[in-house]
Structures are given as structure tokens and as C-alpha cells.
């Protein structure tokens, strides 16, 4: 983990209305997904919000390994579970948290396209700069680590076992999240957990 990571904590009130701004902009392009295809695991809540608000298409996964530890990555990713649905001769909408290296979604895209799909497109909340695969829908640009609302308590793990392996200050990774926007009180309840885990 860099030392100048910042976060970005959104609420799911946040979410969600960047997910119904999502929507909108699907709506507007005209394209009616078949299939939904959320990427295991951070794609699955976006997946199952969009199936809601554009009427319920089906939904599916397809599960990638990739991500070893806050802003660390394996050296490439991995499909670990194809796709879960037919998806020959469909429109599919693949939907992922956040595109930050955009090497899983165009793993994905290729998989879902090598299965017969008639059209594939990408949808994410959010958008790092960098991503080698811009999504041709997103809500917001950012050069934050996002912890979403589903994988609160995961992170805080991840950065309490970092910071000590590392002999970093939990302290100041408490503040930087809290400044992010984690609730005090939830950042100190998972932090507790996981130091009384370790002992026990």
C-alpha cells in the first residue's frame, strides 16, 4: 500500500444514485441488455441494481481473481468461474464496482464475446484514469481507493494486517479512512475485531 493512498468511502445512498444516474445513461444509449453479468465479487450489487431499474433483465456472474491486497494486484487476472448463464446471440451488460486496471472487464469482455454474445458493453460506478479499458458507461472519475458500502469491514482488515506487517501507524490509515468518509465508530468497531482476532 502507498503511504499517499487516499480513500473514498461513498454511503449507499451514494450508490445508489450513481447507479440510477447509470441507468439513465443506458436508457438514453438505447441499449437493452439480455443479461446482466456482475464480476464476482465487488459486480454483483451493481448487477442486481440494474437488473431492478432496467425491468429485471437476467442476471449472471462470472467470477475473476485478481486483486492480492489494497492497490496490489496478481500479475494478470484470472476467470476462476465462467460465466454463469447462456449468453449466445444476447445483449450483455457486464457490471464491475470500479474499472481501475480494466484488465479483468476486457478478460471478461473477450470471455462473454468467445461465448457468443451478440454485443457486449461495460458499466461501472467508477472510473480510474488509468484503466487500459474505459467502460462505455460510468458515473465518476477518481484516483481513490473506493471501499464500498459491501466491502467495508474486508478493507479495514486488509489495511489493519498491512499496517502492522509493515510497522505503519493504524492510527493515521483509521483517519485517512474516516477522512474518506468511513462512520468513527464502524472504522473503530472493525479495527477492534480484527486486532482482538488476531489474539484470540
Same mark, same amino acid.
Given at each position: 500500500?502507498?503511504?499517499?493512498? +487516499?480513500? &473514498?468511502?461513498?454511503?449507499?445512498?451514494? !450508490? @445508489?444514485?450513481?447507479?440510477?444516474?447509470?441507468?439513465?445513461? !443506458?436508457?438514453?444509449?438505447?441499449?437493452?441488455?439480455?443479461?446482466?453479468? %456482475? !464480476? $464476482?465479487?465487488?459486480?454483483?450489487?451493481?448487477?442486481?441494481?440494474?437488473?431492478?431499474?432496467?425491468?429485471?433483465?437476467?442476471?449472471?456472474?462470472?467470477?475473476?481473481?485478481?486483486?492480492?491486497?489494497?492497490?496490489?494486484?496478481? $500479475?494478470?487476472?484470472? !476467470?476462476?468461474?465462467?460465466?454463469?448463464?447462456?449468453?449466445?446471440?444476447?445483449?450483455?451488460?457486464?457490471?464491475?464496482?470500479?474499472?481501475?486496471?480494466?484488465?479483468?472487464?476486457?478478460?471478461?469482455?473477450?470471455?462473454?464475446?468467445?461465448?457468443?454474445?451478440?454485443?457486449?458493453?461495460?458499466?461501472?460506478? @467508477?472510473?480510474?484514469?488509468?484503466? +487500459?479499458?474505459?467502460?462505455?458507461?460510468? +458515473?465518476?472519475?477518481?484516483?481513490?481507493?473506493?471501499?464500498?458500502?459491501?466491502?467495508?469491514?474486508?478493507?479495514?482488515?486488509?489495511?489493519?494486517?498491512?499496517?502492522?506487517?509493515?510497522?505503519?501507524?493504524?492510527? +493515521?490509515?483509521?483517519?485517512?479512512?474516516?477522512?474518506? %468518509?468511513?462512520?468513527?465508530?464502524?472504522?473503530?468497531?472493525?479495527?477492534? &475485531?480484527?486486532?482482538? %482476532?488476531?489474539? %484470540?
Amino acid at each position: 500500500m502507498s503511504a499517499d493512498i +487516499e480513500f &473514498e468511502v461513498p454511503t449507499w445512498d451514494q !450508490i @445508489y444514485e450513481m447507479l440510477l444516474n447509470l441507468a439513465d445513461k !443506458i436508457r438514453q444509449d438505447y441499449f437493452h441488455p439480455d443479461v446482466i453479468v %456482475g !464480476i $464476482s465479487r465487488g459486480g454483483w450489487p451493481p448487477a442486481r441494481v440494474m437488473s431492478d431499474l432496467l425491468e429485471k433483465p437476467e442476471t449472471a456472474n462470472v467470477r475473476v481473481e485478481f486483486y492480492s491486497d489494497i492497490a496490489e494486484t496478481k $500479475s494478470r487476472p484470472v !476467470i476462476t468461474q465462467p460465466v454463469s448463464a447462456s449468453v449466445k446471440d444476447k445483449n450483455v451488460l457486464v457490471t464491475d464496482d470500479v474499472a481501475d486496471t480494466g484488465k479483468s472487464l476486457k478478460l471478461v469482455k473477450d470471455h462473454i464475446r468467445k461465448h457468443g454474445a451478440r454485443s457486449v458493453k461495460i458499466a461501472t460506478i @467508477y472510473y480510474k484514469p488509468w484503466s +487500459e479499458t474505459v467502460p462505455d458507461y460510468y +458515473e465518476k472519475k477518481t484516483t481513490c481507493w473506493v471501499v464500498f458500502p459491501w466491502e467495508r469491514k474486508e478493507t479495514v482488515s486488509k489495511l489493519v494486517e498491512k499496517c502492522i506487517k509493515e510497522k505503519r501507524s493504524i492510527e +493515521e490509515a483509521k483517519a485517512k479512512l474516516i477522512r474518506g %468518509g468511513l462512520n468513527a465508530d464502524l472504522a473503530e468497531r472493525f479495527i477492534r &475485531e480484527v486486532i482482538e %482476532g488476531r489474539v %484470540g
